[in-house]
């Protein structure tokens, strides 16, 4: 009885700790897993971010140029503005329509009929 | 052995461990500050995003002062490698370049216009090369001084230097010399109304600052106040997008919408020039104002400046005479004082003066303009003839207290409140300073100091009803899409609306029946007074020097405009009949014209 008990005794251990070294496989295998994803994420990640960052710094670029264009605009819009404003002043137009010709206007008629200018049709 | 070699190692690598950190120590923790600041300039752009000053703009909402691009240039001298003198060898022509182009011709009046020097035109144009050469050298000099500055990185060169001028030293490349963007001051109606904006210079730390006139007035409303931009930069000096950004955008300055009208201001212009040399006065100043609500349509005088090269005239032109400068108003005063006395009571216009002589007022004899006497004239004829004699009397009648109650009720002896810098509130002695004799002359005109503005706002009472009105200039403030109005101010009823009315018959009275009869556009009626007073020089007056002046508003059923022409010391005539009045009618008669107003009898 006693070397049944030993046998099985045996037997009993023999099976926990197959049950145990499977299980200590099982997790060293999932373990691996996991690292190894991590390692790959980390790996793609860090990447991703070398990539984005490089773009992102190279857009700095851009941005600068497009600060520039931007005052360059800005500076030819208030030299259009200034000119029209110029062309438009009242001295200039006056000398101009000098030039062309123009003349004051010695009298002015005020017209004001008292009959409706309709009526008057006839009379021209 | 072995043993002793390990342990020499050992104690080497702690060494080497404690040199180590000894250094970043030092580095870390005593250098820290200083070393901050070092990496935050190199990796961090700070820089100033200016704001732009606002504009002044007409009635019409046309610019009469704007902005335009400028550039300023310095030296970074750290980053110099060529000579200072070679530097400023291909400086110097530019900047001398663009010294010429500002100069102005300065225009003088009143005076002889043959008295220009006898010099060749060769000897001319050897004196101009030697002085630009001299002052070629100078530039030089400056420039080198500056580049040799001890102790300094940075140096300017040049402040407000136009597109033009900035491009051609861009092109020189020159290492050290750089630039920045600024502002300035662009007048698209060159400089027309002068007097009224002002100018922009510089206050103690070389920033912009306003004076004179709107641009000194109302400087805190048109500045603004600059952004700041701080942000995180590359090697190259590029922005890096994930890096830290501080921006705080700048509040640009306000603008002012003016009443002036700018075709008015245009013609009084003009017309104002052309006077002062057909009646060769050494100065003076046209004001047309809206009776109704203050509002300022248009106000010129001569001698004026440019606002661009303000720098290169006499500091007396920048103030505006109109606001300024006290006069004594002789005869135009008339208005006021006859006006006191009709709503006083103590007169009727058929109220009649003995007027038969001169009349002796505290042992001085005061006399007509022409020694003429009218013996029984009325109180509208008084003013017809321009009686001095019978204005006194009127002063007699009104009576010390009544009489300066009036004048202070109209407004004189204290500013306007006109939004000019330079306003001044004339010259009105303390009661207890008047004397007989002084209440005798002011009621003609003399003895008392007014300022143009003070008495066309009094005349302006009586074209308006007896309604005493605030003169202004800026009528909104705008600030992006935010508007703040500026309403016109009733500051008292001075004298009653039948008052008022009475007075405008008796004007109109004065210029029919007046030397200005012959100048009246037919068909209109306008309420006018003419004046020629006597200038005070050391105590007395001069019998050659006077102020021609006139006054009226118009038109009568239903006035428009009042303004006030006035001529210092003219020479073709001394008469404001002569030489003022004509120029009111002239300047009347385009206004008529202008506002489309038919004559009142065809």
Sequence with gaps: ????????????????????????????????????????????????????VNKLATEGERIKQNELLTKKLSEENINLQNNLQTLGSLSRISKLAESQGFVKIEKVEYFNPSVSIAALKDSF | MSGTRISLLLILFILLFLAVIGRLFYWQIVEHDRLAVLAENQHFSAMEIPAKRGEIKASDG???????????????????????????????????????????????????????????????????????????????????????????????????????????????????????????????????????????????????????????????????????????IDALGRPILVGVRKAVPPED?????????????????????????????????????????????????????????????????????????TYEPGSTFKTVVMAAG?????????????????????GYKITTWNNKYYPNSTMKEVLQHSDNVGMVMVGDSLGKEKF??????????????????????????????????DLATSSFGQGLAVTPIQLVRAVGAIANGGKLMQPFIVKKIVSGDREVEIKPKETGQVIKPETAAAMTEMMVA????????????????????????????EGHYDPKKTIASFIGFGPVEDPRFVMLVKLDEPQSSQWGSETAAPLFFDIAKELFTYFGIPPSAQ
């Design chain 2, 510 to 537: 004065a210029v029919e029946g007046g030397e200005a009869r012959r100048m009246i556009p037919k068909g209109y009626r306008v309420a006018g007074k003419t004046g020629t007073a006597q200038i005070p020089v």
């Design chain 2, 342 to 362: 009709l709503d006083a009571g103590v007169i009727k216009p058929e109220t009649v003066c003995e007027c038969s002589g001169p009349r002796e007022v505290s």
């Design chain 2, 62 to 232: 046309s610019a009469l002062v704007t902005n335009k691009t400028a550039y300023l240039i310095y030296a970074a001298l750290p980053e110099i490698e060529e000579e200072p003198k070679v530097i400023a060898g291909k400086l110097a022509p530019i900047f001398l370049d663009y010294e010429k182009s500002q100069k102005v011709v300065i225009e003088k009046f009143g005076e002889d216009e043959e008295s220009s020097s006898s010099a060749s035109i060769e000897e001319k144009e050897e004196d101009r090369e030697k002085e630009e050469k001299d002052r070629k050298k100078e530039i030089e000099e400056e420039i080198v001084g500056r580049l040799n500055q001890p102790g300094v990185v940075w140096v300017l060169l040049k402040k407000k230097l136009p597109k033009e001028y900035f491009e051609k030293i861009a092109a020189l490349n020159i290492k050290g010399v750089g630039w920045e963007i600024e502002q300035d001051r662009f007048y698209p109606e060159a400089s027309m109304a002068a007097h009224l904006t002002g100018f922009v210079g510089s206050d103690s730390r070389g920033l912009d600052k306003g004076y004179f006139g709107l641009e000194g007035f109302y400087d805190g409303y048109l500045k603004g106040r600059a952004g700041r931009l701080n942000q995180e």
């Design chain 2, 253 to 325: 300055g306000q603008s002012l919408h003016t009443t002036i009208d700018r075709s008015i201001q245009y013609l009084v212009e003009k017309y104002l020039k052309e006077g002062m040399r057909k009646y060769r006065a050494k100065a003076g100043s046209v004001l047309v104002m809206e009776p109704k609500t203050g509002a300022i349509l248009a106000s010129a005088s001569y001698p004026g400046y440019d606002q661009n090269h303000w720098s290169q005239y006499d500091k007396d032109r920048y103030r505006n005479p109109v606001a300024a400068d």
């Design chain 2, 404 to 437: 300066l109650s009036y004048i202070r009720n109209f407004g004189f002896g204290k500013p306007t409140g006109v939004d000019l810098e330079e306003e001044t509130s004339g010259i009105l002695r303390e009661d207890e300073e008047w004397r007989p004799i």
């Design chain 1, 1 to 52: 009885m006693t070397e049944r008990f030993k046998d099985i005794n045996i037997a009993k251990s023999k099976e926990i700790i197959n049950r145990r070294k499977t299980k200590v496989s099982h997790f060293v295998f999932t373990s691996k897993l996991a690292l190894s994803f991590l390692f790959i994420s980390i790996i793609i990640l860090s990447l991703a971010q070398l990539f984005i």
